[in-house]
């Protein structure tokens, strides 16, 4: 599929919806044809096998230095999901010692693959502001309660939400948590190579990262920890790959062009976080003054730079979007799930949002792909689709 001409007829089309994914960075593609061909086992004594291994060795580095970690501190999984699956668990050891973890807190705009993908028996979502922002005192307070109550707590805040690009004070929750006892794990799918991620600055103790949204192959994730000796029960045994954390013949393929992007995101992520902010800010500017009943989400709040949700008035939010796809322009809808399917989206909820206006709140998110003639692609698109599509009902496919 070509995604700057997916339907032949030779007009551009505009890809703004990087945080659902990102497309194939040119250096990821190479990297994954360059294992393509042979076989690949990376647990193989022979030779193929020996390259394979060093392609995944090289690519582990390449992730672990994105977030300041060794190499050996970087377990492979699937995605993003099966990372904070992994992480989600009540049992663990920490530093070689055994600890158990009695609650989940987790902030309330958490991704689903947090709020829905753990193996606690006890959750307790934590309040954000109106910008999306975690409210620590929350924190604090239960953590407090937890510890009185001699419950340790595994503490789950992203680093950036998904949704609205917000960024989450993660340092600080983390110092929080582990004044109480607790273990920390961040969510850091949506701010890798899109803000600097230090795994010991942020103080965390797992930090879990996906290939796809910086410009890798979907399929490949990883769960980083602050400590080679911070072990989780593996989901999958199998045969023991990943020093016996998470079983299954290694994606090779995908793997290395997770090290290739990761390589890449890390090099130009100064240049690419100012380019896309003034991209950003062009598009919100020029869409704010050209649709009228227009409003930014979260703009209050530090944000990513690659990322704005902007509620029309008076507009559904899925009539839009597939108006728009009809325009030559990808976007998601604020509160598009997985699926594709259009719920009630949590994170405006837990903002305080109210239903009208979040019903009407589309994504757009830039990256590597990106340039100047997409905003003003899009922003002619919006000046034309919003007020053809105002009032109307949910169209149903
Ligand atoms: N966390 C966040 C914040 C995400 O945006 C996503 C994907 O949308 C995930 C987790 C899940 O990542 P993956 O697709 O690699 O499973």
Redesign the pocket.
């Known amino acids: 599929m070509d995604l700057q001409d997916k339907d032949g007829s030779g007009r551009r089309r505009v890809y703004l919806d990087h ?2 994914t990102a497309p194939l960075h040119p250096q990821a593609r190479a990297a994954a044809l360059a294992c393509m061909d042979g076989p690949c086992n990376a647990s193989s004594i022979h030779a193929q096998g020996r390259a394979a291994r060093a392609v995944v060795e090289k690519a582990r580095g390449e992730v672990a230095r994105l977030v300041g970690a060794p190499g050996r501190n970087v377990v492979f999984t699937s ?4 990372a ?1 699956a992994l992480a989600l668990q009540p049992d663990m050891e920490l530093a070689g010692k055994p600890v158990h973890c009695d609650i989940l807190l987790a902030s309330a705009v958490e ?1 689903p ?1 947090v709020l829905r993908g753990h193996r606690f028996a006890d959750m307790e979502t934590i309040e954000v502001d109106a910008s999306g922002r975690l409210v620590p005192d929350a924190l604090e307070e239960a953590l407090e309660r937890h510890a009185a109550a001699g419950r340790r707590a595994l503490v789950a805040i ?1 680093a950036a ?2 949704e609205t690009g917000v960024l989450q004070p993660v340092a600080e929750a983390a110092r929080l948590a582990h004044r109480h006892g607790a273990v920390v794990l961040c ?1 850091a ?2 701010a890798a190579g899109r803000v600097n991620l230090d795994i010991k600055a942020l103080d965390v103790d797992f930090l ?1 990262l ?1 290939a ?2 910086i410009g890798g192959l ?1 399929g490949a ?1 990883a769960l980083v920890s602050a400590e080679a000796t911070h072990r989780l029960p593996a989901l999958l045994a199998g045969g023991g790959q990943e020093r016996g954390r998470r079983g299954g013949t290694e994606n090779v393929p995908a793997i290395a062009a997770f090290g290739a992007a990761a390589k890449r995101a890390l090099e130009s992520r100064e240049s690419e976080a100012a380019r896309l902010c003034s991209l950003r800010d062009r598009l919100e500017r020029a869409i704010l003054e050209t649709v009228s009943g227009s409003h930014v989400i979260g703009h209050d709040a530090e944000r990513l730079a690659n990322t704005t949700l902007i509620a029309f008035e008076n507009v559904r939010a899925e009539t839009l979007v597939i108006a728009l796809d009809l325009a030559h322009i990808s976007v998601s809808s604020g509160a598009a799930c ?1 699926s594709g399917k259009v719920g009630a989206s949590h994170v405006l909820a837990a903002m305080g949002v109210d239903a009208a206006h979040a019903s009407g709140a589309v994504r757009l998110s830039l990256g590597w792909s990106s340039d100047g003639r997409d905003i003003d692609l899009a922003v002619a698109a919006f000046g034309e689709v919003v007020p053809r599509v105002r009032g109307r009902p949910v169209r149903t496919v």
């Open positions: 945080n659902a995605g993003a999901t099966e904070l991704h693959a992203m939400n998904n969510d799918v949506q879990a996906s796809h949204k979907q994730g997985s």
